[in-house]
């Protein structure tokens, strides 16, 4: 986003003050952009945007019923909610299946405690409106019209992308007494020409609704371009509003998991989650299997190492202290006959990523080094495994550093799925799946051995901040889609040559690392205005799965 004017409100010259760039608004972003939020669980992230995964693909929660799918097929789901809205006075009302009742469950109103117009979205698409609703309201328990109604209420919360409120999140059921009940209107286009603001779908919206943190338009379009946030919504770092009850709730709406962070705080813990459905269920099911970025502390050693040699300029990783011995659990060495010159990151299952001028496609001269320390001999946790297979991005360019990214496949173990023996010391790194999850000067870490002066040579590491327009500094050779720069522009801290191939490694809110980049190129090692230059792993995303398959590759979005 590199034009900072807001786009105007319709018929004036003046602008939002809650608008983010009109470059943003004008690529047509909604729910479904997955560079900038979640996929939803029964879908996946590919170039950009959520696709419904196929029947085979559908996550299994524990009881193993698999979710449903978006895209007019019905695949079994959680529970078989019906949703009805009164046509006289547009309550909305739920079918709860429950086996144990003698009408297969309970008919119950919603409550208006957390209605709104995301929730009424979901509603009116449910019944057959494409673009959801109109309005969402709320009328007195004691409405004249509404004396047959049943006698107690549950509260919905919907994000506004489900397809069915047996898709958001169901709770606290109670008697209705003194409660207000939701209504919904579903949506018809206005007669006027005016309007306030104009989602993708089409929906004509008003400026207020617009960057609320509630999904107005029914495809999040309202939400994804703001520069702040109107009535106490959360703003996410890539620029989303998301409500304020989506603080603490533990479901991860920003995608660095700002939301979630103990850095702000809700109390939801009182939320009743007996009628909690498949969103959250499935989300939560699938992020507990999968095991990456984040460390195993238990087995860090807490030994404090002297720097030896006779000046920090010697070091490659310039600016760079001694890691401990198991302290950088991703990252490998990697030795071509024996000679170790390169580095590179551990990304779960049989694969390792690494800059593709490290490597040629002659898989028996390498091997792979696992929790390494000291340079020139191994440690009592060193795994050293063989390599199968070398993927070299097929268009990479030697002269140009383009590209520079390379897929080492591990051999297994005989008699086995697995390439390496379980290892405390070993942990994979995530691999980010969207080039917005960190923005310029986001602190993150580089490691490496490089050639460095004294006895040890162990692994060092730096601290780094991302640095944008790149091209400032080396111009045309600088890809600003498929590279990034980082360290110091004073020169203080920088990676040069012997750390290649080596982890660029960002953490997010809640402390879950991130391969960011892969060390790739550089000029003037060290010096003022010459930053390190990075293979950006997340513009790799697609290619990486293709050959390494889901579960090896990322947290989320699986």
């Not at 479904?32 to 959520?50: K, M, N, Q, T, Y």
């Not at 943190?213 to 703003?235: H, I, Q």
Request: aromatic share 8%.
């Amino acid at each position: 986003m590199v034009n900072s004017s807001a786009p105007t409100i319709p018929g004036t010259n003046e602008t939002d003050k809650f608008f983010g760039p009109q470059e943003c608004w004008d690529k047509k972003l909604t729910r479904a952009s997955c560079d900038l939020v979640f996929c939803p669980p029964w879908e996946r992230c590919i170039r950009g945007h959520c696709s419904c995964k196929t029947p085979y693909l559908c996550p299994a929660v524990v009881n193993g019923v698999p979710v449903c799918g978006r895209d007019n097929r019905n695949y079994r789901s959680f529970c078989q909610f019906n949703t009805s809205i009164d046509p006289e006075t547009r309550v909305v009302k739920v079918f709860v299946p429950d086996a144990r009742s003698p009408n297969g469950g309970e008919e119950l109103l919603v409550c208006g405690k957390t209605w709104n117009m995301a929730a009424a979205n979901v509603a009116c698409k449910e019944k057959g409106t494409p673009l959801g609703a109109m309005a969402a309201h709320r009328i007195e328990h004691n409405n004249p019209t509404a004396t047959n109604f049943p006698s107690s209420c549950v509260n919905v919360r919907c994000q506004g992308y489900e397809t069915s409120l047996a898709e958001c999140v169901i709770y606290d059921k109670v008697r209705i007494a003194t409660k207000n009940l939701a209504t919904a209107t579903c949506y018809e286009a206005p007669s006027d020409t005016a309007c306030g603001f104009t989602c993708v779908n089409g929906k004509c919206v008003s400026l207020e609704q617009t960057c609320d943190g509630v999904d107005d338009c029914g495809d999040g379009s309202d939400e994804m371009c703001c520069k702040a946030c109107r009535k106490g919504a959360f703003l996410c770092k890539t620029g989303v509003c998301v409500p304020k009850d989506a603080l603490h709730d533990k479901q991860i709406d920003c995608l660095d998991g700002k939301d979630e962070s103990p850095k702000h705080t809700l109390d939801n813990s009182k939320l009743d989650r007996r009628f909690e459905t498949k969103t959250a269920k499935t989300r939560e099911h699938l992020e507990s299997r999968l095991e990456c970025g984040i460390p195993n502390m238990d087995i860090v050693d807490d030994e404090v190492f002297e720097e030896r040699g006779r000046s920090s300029r010697t070091k490659r990783v310039v600016g760079g202290i001694p890691s401990k011995p198991t302290q950088i659990q991703w990252q490998i060495a990697l030795g071509d006959k024996g000679k170790i010159d390169c580095g590179g990151a551990y990304i779960g299952g049989c694969w390792v990523l690494t800059a593709a001028h490290c490597v040629r496609p002659n898989p028996s001269a390498f091997m792979v080094y696992f929790s390494m320390w000291k340079k020139s001999s191994a440690q009592g946790t060193t795994d050293i495994v063989l390599v199968k297979n070398i993927q070299i991005h097929p268009k990479y360019n030697a002269s140009s550093y383009e590209n520079d990214i390379a897929l080492v496949q591990l051999e297994k173990l005989p008699f086995s799925d697995k390439c390496l023996e379980d290892n405390p010391a070993v942990r994979a790194v995530c691999v980010p799946w969207s080039t917005e999850l960190f923005r310029t000067n986001h602190t993150c870490s580089i490691s490496g051995w490089g050639r460095t002066a004294g006895i040890s040579r162990v692994l060092l590491w730096a601290n780094v901040s991302l640095i944008d327009n790149c091209g400032n500094f080396y111009g045309h050779r600088f890809n600003k889609d498929s590279m990034l720069c980082a360290g110091d522009l004073e020169g203080k801290v920088d990676s040069c040559q012997g750390d290649d191939g080596g982890p660029l490694v960002c953490e997010d809110e809640l402390g879950v690392s991130y391969l960011w980049g892969i060390v790739s190129w550089g000029e003037k090692c060290g010096q003022p205005g010459f930053p390190g230059v990075y293979t950006q792993v997340a513009h790799y995303f697609e290619w990486i799965r293709l050959h390494t398959g889901w579960p090896a590759v990322t947290k989320f979005n699986s």
